[in-house]
């Protein structure tokens, strides 16, 4: 057994319905090693959600099609049964939501709803659960702990119950956890914070991360490697500094140049025309022709493969070796 | 330019370039809350102060940006501005005249100012073409409908849409950019002077947002518009806003230009706030949270400064002393006792002789 903690090979994921079949994941390969952070940056429609959810198997069971090898802490998770998957959810793999208040259940209090994770997983009494709950808002450092126990979700503001999500993403002790834009529907100055307890609360504990995000600021507070997702398929992947400081892919290119940040004011934006390709009929090669600027004839008949200038920092585009030379230059 | 009502032209400016387009004073709205069961006898009922008592001029041509944590009232304000609720005090000013008895009337008034909102799908009506939305309001205001239709097709091309491709589509079958472009259209439709948007790009992915951000821009030249523009997303604001205000509690804590502002906050708020955004440089991280908590209550917000508890500049006349604005630059004031001379707060000015 390799060390990795994730290990996803050719990763295919399909909706199908008698009308149609959507191909939400297209051939997703990576590794994650413990304790380390990956971020998938995406628009709406990428497919990064449907990666994410893939890793913990909650696609609809009916409808989704997996293909591919797909290994979390050494559970074959495509072929794993639902009585297994049910122990893997949250022990070994585990996922923080972008709604606390639809992810969490609003009729029973915090402390129930953690207590009910601990006594799923582990041998232990009620009051050693109970004894775990309170540790566990004292680590997501929810003030006065012991009463927010017996908190209904309504009851807290926005970062409050975020936090206590985390509590229960975290109250059997996952190997992988994994968050949805966690921190999108929160204000700036708890955002931040969120970000910060996160990053901490990985240190301590030894989790890999795998966090799914549209922001490429949240990406860069957070991330060691970062994985740009375009049509389904990671068309970009690389050390944050390095994909942040000279992407390779237009399409990467497009979304930082899109992102407002420090643009002199008043100057127009770049945009990327167009919008994304529907996925239930892909074009055959690049994704992205449609929309980029660079785009010729060969990057039509197929997918161009992952390559780079330099080790770990890859794209699928057919110019990514003159774009090296170019930054070499 | 004529006044025939089938041309619904801009309304020409009153009180010259030097009258603030806008004048807001005082204005405050406070919810009263629901007792319990008994609640209501005798005990005062609590109140949500959404908006405590602010005031600031929008001047003409300029876009005015509005930051604040949620819950800061910011969307109140803009509520009460385009008069879609009763403020409980205070008054607007629309080009030095009054709204209500006596001044302009609410259908003169919305006809110079319109509104963008952040859902841009519940805020178009699923049962209209998107041309139909858009040509609804000047055939309310008198326009026939022949012209009015006109008029939706060259504002959904001035908006970017291809009018014989969408203009019979309904909003389910757009995307959530190109509905926003549709709202904003609709909001041009009756040739406001003054249009509120109202997180007009948050709901929209990176990419698109970068195209409504660069169309807000050319409309606001070529149609000669100011911009109230609300959001919590500051580089966002940063960004198209001559002027940024900042909210908190419903209070006015910061006003001035953006470039002052962003280069160096008077109040402690915004400092915390302008903070808190990521650094965009993987090599640079925080590592500490520049305010911690969440924003207070507005039922029962606390003593003094409203910010003294989450404030690291913190001295005993901050919670019994209410900050006024003070004069922290040119066109720049902060309601913080360390930008008022002689307020007792050891960093405060000293008193001018």
Redo the contacts between chains.
């Keep these: 057994m390799t060390g990795n903690l994730v290990e996803a090979r050719d990763l295919h994921v399909r909706f199908v319905t008698r009308d149609a079949t959507v191909r939400a994941v297209n051939g997703v390969s990576f590794d994650l090693a413990p304790r380390e952070t990956l971020c998938i940056l995406g628009?709406?429609g990428s497919g990064k959600s449907v990666t994410l959810r893939a890793l913990m198997r909650l696609n609809p069971a009916k409808r989704t099609v997996v293909e591919g090898r797909l290994r979390v802490g050494g559970h074959d998770l495509v072929a794993a049964k639902e009585r297994t998957l049910s122990d893997i959810r949250g022990s070994v793999v585990s996922m923080i939501f972008q709604e606390p208040m639809t992810a969490l259940d609003p009729v029973f209090t915090i402390g129930r709803q953690i207590r009910e994770t601990i006594l799923r997983h582990e041998a232990v009494g009620r009051a050693e659960a109970d004894r775990r709950a309170l540790e566990l808002l004292e680590l997501v450092q929810i003030?006065s702990a012991r009463r927010r126990l017996d908190a209904y979700p309504h009851e807290m503001?926005?970062?409050?119950r975020q936090r206590a999500m985390i509590a229960i993403a975290l109250s059997c002790r996952p190997k992988l956890l994994l968050a949805d834009e966690p921190t999108t529907a929160l204000?700036?100055?708890?955002?931040?914070?969120i970000l910060?307890l996160l990053k901490q609360l990985q240190a301590e504990l030894g989790m890999g991360m795998i966090f799914v995000t549209?922001?490429?600021?949240?990406a860069?507070?957070i991330?060691d490697r970062v994985a740009v997702m375009y049509a389904g398929r990671f068309v970009e992947e690389g050390p944050?500094?390095a994909l942040?400081r000279a992407p390779l892919h237009p399409y990467t290119r497009?979304?930082l140049?899109?992102?407002?940040?420090?643009?002199p004011?008043?100057q127009?934006?770049?945009?990327?025309p167009g919008?994304p390709p529907n996925l239930e009929h892909l074009p055959r090669g690049c994704a992205f022709a449609p929309r980029c600027a660079l785009a010729e004839a060969a990057c039509l008949p197929a997918v161009p493969t992952l390559r780079g200038p330099e080790p770990g920092h890859r794209a699928r585009c057919i110019r990514v070796q003159e774009c090296g030379l170019e930054r070499a230059a | 330019m004529t006044d025939r009502s089938d041309d619904l032209q801009q309304i020409p400016d009153v009180g010259g370039p030097a009258q603030p387009l806008l004048s807001v004073r005082g204005l405050t709205r406070h919810f009263a809350l629901k007792g319990g069961l008994f609640g209501g006898l005798g005990a005062p009922r609590a109140v949500v102060r959404a908006v405590d008592g602010i005031s600031f001029d929008l001047r003409k041509g300029e876009t005015l940006g509005i930051v604040g944590?949620?819950g800061c009232g910011k969307s109140t304000t803009s509520r009460l501005i385009m008069a879609l609720m009763r403020p409980t005090a205070g008054e607007i000013v629309f080009d030095g005249q009054t709204i209500g008895p006596g001044g302009l009337t609410l259908k003169e008034y919305r006809r110079q100012v319109q509104m963008v909102f952040q859902d841009s799908y519940a805020s178009l009506n699923p049962r209209l073409t998107v041309g139909d939305s858009i040509a609804f309001a000047p055939q309310v205001h008198g326009m026939a409908r022949q012209g009015a239709n006109a008029r939706a097709r060259e504002l959904l091309a001035a908006v970017g849409l291809e009018p014989n491709q969408f203009g019979g589509r309904y909003p389910h079958e757009l995307?959530?950019?190109q509905r926003q472009r549709v709202n904003i259209a609709r909001a041009l439709a009756l040739r406001p002077r003054l249009i509120i948007l109202d997180e007009p790009v948050s709901a929209l992915?990176?990419?698109?947002?970068?195209?409504v951000?660069?169309l807000l821009?050319d409309l606001k030249s070529d149609f000669g518009l100011t911009y109230l523009f609300i959001s919590?997303?500051?580089?966002?604001v940063?960004?198209v806003s001559d002027r940024v205000l900042v909210m908190y509690l419903g209070q006015v804590a910061e006003i001035g230009p953006?470039?002052r502002i962003y280069a160096g906050a008077a109040h402690p708020y915004t400092a915390?706030?302008l903070d808190?955004?990521?650094?965009?440089?993987?090599?640079n991280?925080?590592?500490?949270?520049?305010?911690?908590?969440?924003?207070p209550n507005p039922i029962d917000p606390p003593s003094g400064c409203r910010f003294h508890p989450r404030c690291r500049f913190m001295e005993p006349p901050c919670s019994t002393t209410v900050p006024p604005l003070a004069t922290a630059g040119p066109d720049h004031r902060a309601a913080c006792l360390m930008a008022l001379p002689g307020s007792g707060h050891s960093q405060a000015p000293a008193m001018a002789a």
């Design positions: 628009e709406s003030p503001s926005g970062g409050l204000d700036a100055t708890v955002q931040i914070q910060l549209h922001d490429l600021g949240v860069g507070e991330a944050v500094g942040m497009g979304l140049g899109a992102t407002v940040h420090d643009q004011r008043g127009r934006l770049t945009t990327i919008a | 944590e949620s995307s959530g950019g992915d990176k990419s698109v947002e970068a195209q951000l660069n821009m919590h997303d500051l580089g966002v940063h960004h953006v470039d915390a706030l808190s955004r990521p650094s965009m440089d993987p090599a991280r925080r590592t500490e949270p520049p305010l911690t908590g969440d924003p």
